[in-house]
């Protein structure tokens, strides 16, 4: 290898190399700032965050052959929109916040398809536990002619509205029958977005992934069979290009996605065998179902904390012995000092009480 390409190469790996550090901290979103307070995480992030700076600048001075040119588009894409990510984070109202989540959505976007080229980057998108399986990762970056695997969006761009995204694992043929985890956004959500809080369990433990986005800015909860009827042609559309196990599949919502997926999941009509509800409130249609729409055979898992301020944490409670009064299995987890915020950190339980299959 010349000097020149030596030079080329390690300056695309150390950009790769601070990227992935810097998404490491932003990955924490909305506790971001919380992280930021503790000085030995401050120090750390801020000097991977000039490591990502120095090194993307020392990129863009490099000239490299015409077959690098995407690559190197791609990394300097990506690092951009993890400054923007940074800035927002930082601000101080709350649609910052959202700008910022919605900009390291596309940033994984980007980064995602290097997953099949650099094993770091397929390591950054597996939970922890498989992060050092050689065989998974050899698995996931192998070729997959004639058969539609990966992430798939369908009318669902950020900006279209009633669409779907979905992920069917790259190490898993469609013939196979698998789990399935359909996982609704909350109020002004997108599909496309809230499918990278679920991808990394996905990968790693072989299900798949479906993540409509509502018709309007939150689900239709006063008109249920509006979006209810788009998720279950979602399904079947999903069933047509892999193979759904009809025994294990989990609705799962944050906030109005929560109150959505009771809605839906405990009807009779519909296919779900599990129902998991994130930071939601028991939805009052609910009280006019009978026993021949209500199905009480489905477990339901609920998760919520002490310092909503959204919906309050006794909401959680009642909605427990509600559906418990009608002799639905209910699981409830409290998690202190969380807000009105998702608990992703609560999916390992989640998935371990769905299925025992996919435990880690």
């Known amino acids: 290898m010349s000097d020149s390409d030596k030079q080329i190469f390690d300056s695309i790996g150390n950009v790769l190399a601070a990227l ?13 700032k919380k992280l930021m307070n503790i000085a030995h995480h401050k120090k750390d992030f801020e000097s991977s965050k000039l490591a990502l700076e120095d090194s993307s600048k020392n990129l863009i001075e490099i000239s490299v052959p015409k077959e690098l040119d995407i690559l190197k588009a791609q990394l300097l894409g990506i690092s951009e929109l993890c400054s923007r990510v940074i800035r927002n984070f930082q601000g101080t109202q709350f649609q910052d916040l959202q700008e910022g989540l919605s900009s390291y959505c596309r940033a ?16 950054f998108f597996l939970e922890k536990k498989r992060q050092d399986d050689p065989e998974l990762i050899r698995e996931l970056a192998a070729e997959n002619r004639g058969e539609e695997r990966g992430i798939r969006h369908r009318n669902n761009q950020p900006g ?14 469609q013939k196979i029958s698998l789990p399935l985890v359909v996982a609704l956004h909350g109020s002004s959500g997108h599909g ?30 006063e008109n249920v069979r509006e979006d209810l009827l788009k998720i279950l042609e979602a399904i079947n559309n999903l069933s047509e290009i892999s193979s ?24 009779k009509s519909t296919p779900f065998t599990h129902i998991a509800a994130f930071s939601g409130i028991m939805p009052a249609s609910l009280a006019e179902m009978n026993d021949d729409t209500l199905a009480t055979d489905r477990p339901v898992f609920l998760v919520h904390g002490t310092e909503d301020k959204m919906f309050p944490v006794e909401t959680a409670y009642l909605t427990k012995s509600e559906l418990e009064t009608a002799k639905v299995e209910v699981v409830l987890k409290i998690k202190n000092g969380l807000g009105h915020t998702y608990a992703r950190n609560e999916h390992d ?6 299925d025992p299959e996919l435990a880690l």
Request: net charge neutral; with cysteine; hydrophobic share 40%.
């Open 20 to 32: 992935l550090n810097v998404m490491r901290v932003l990955e924490h979103g909305s506790s971001f």
């Open 108 to 123: 994984q976007e980007k980064l995602y398809p290097l997953s099949k080229i650099f094993q770091p980057v397929s390591q």
């Open 160 to 173: 279209e509205r009633g669409g779907f995204s979905f992920y069917i694992p790259e190490n898993k043929s």
């Open 192 to 221: 496309a977005d809230f499918l990278w809080n679920w991808l990394k369990e996905a990968r790693s433990r072989s299900f798949l992934l479906l993540c409509p986005t509502s018709t309007e800015q939150t689900w239709s909860l």
């Open 244 to 267: 759904i196990n009809s025994e294990k599949i989990l609705i799962t919502g944050m906030s109005d996605g929560a109150t959505f997926s009771m809605l839906a999941g405990l009807r």
């Open 349 to 354: 339980s989640l998935l371990n009480w769905f």
